[in-house]
């Protein structure tokens, strides 16, 4: 069954340290990837994507994610954090074909900025 | 442009009660979605239209639930009668064309039932 997998509940980091939240994705199919960013009292804003191409993708606010196909992840990067990007984060996995089209998601990072 | 729109942004309800949700898509696109997240849990998928009909209801979780898009235009998803278990964040979400394209989510309505 196709499913997305953030090990990580809650993360915190210090203002100006580097960021990895991690994903792992199962499904079947060429993957589609997502990241998403929900701030508090905020809806979902998309963060970046992953169709095909380069594995490296470049997103907004800073992020970068990675997509390596052999370790079935879409790791999402910041070199350098700010109090701002305190946020939950979640990863997710389109389902466009068979004649669906949805996305599956995972459970969610909490991400905690310490000044 | 207007983003996806979504009212009420909070609904506080007591067991048995009828609350309607509704989402204001983006103007033009004809894929409209609806998910939610129960306690702190995965954001899930309750359904999909395409314009005025559903092309997958396969998230829907039971029979209380009622979605329509008359028009083709926003959407309304009725909970009827509302169930403890009900309690959550439901988001709508837009898309121009079938595939791949990105989805816009809207805020959410955080709906608790008492």
């Known amino acids: 069954a196709q499913s997305v997998t953030q090990p990580d509940i809650h993360i915190t980091v210090s203002e100006g340290a580097s960021l990895e939240l991690r994903c792992n994705y199962s499904y079947g199919a060429t993957p589609y990837l997502f990241w998403y960013v929900q701030s508090p009292g905020q809806g979902l804003q998309l963060l970046l994507k992953y169709f095909s191409g380069d594995t490296l993708v470049q997103g907004i606010k800073g992020f970068e994610a990675e997509f390596k196909r052999s370790q079935s992840s879409f790791n999402l990067r910041k070199p350098s954090v700010h109090w701002s990007d305190a946020a939950e984060y979640f990863c997710a996995v389109g389902m466009f074909s068979g004649g669906y089209n949805k996305l599956i998601f995972g459970a969610g990072t909490r991400l905690a900025v310490h000044p | 442009e207007a983003g996806v729109t979504q009212f009420p942004s909070h609904s506080v309800i007591e067991k048995g009660q009828t609350v309607t949700l509704r989402c204001d898509p983006i103007?033009?696109?004809?894929?409209l979605y609806w998910y939610r997240r129960v306690m702190g849990k995965e954001i899930k998928f309750l359904l999909h239209?395409?314009?005025?009909?559903?092309?997958?209801e396969s998230g829907m979780p039971n029979n209380r639930f009622l979605a329509e898009r008359t028009g083709g235009t926003y959407s309304t998803l009725k909970v009827q009668p509302a169930e403890l278990e009900d309690s959550g964040v439901y988001f709508c979400?837009?898309?121009?064309?079938?595939?791949?394209?990105?989805?816009?989510f809207g805020p959410g309505t955080r709906l608790l039932v008492l």
């Open positions: 239209f395409v314009k005025e009909s559903k092309q997958d």
């Open positions: 103007s033009g696109h004809d894929n």
């Open positions: 979400a837009s898309s121009q064309d079938h595939g791949s394209e990105t989805q816009y």
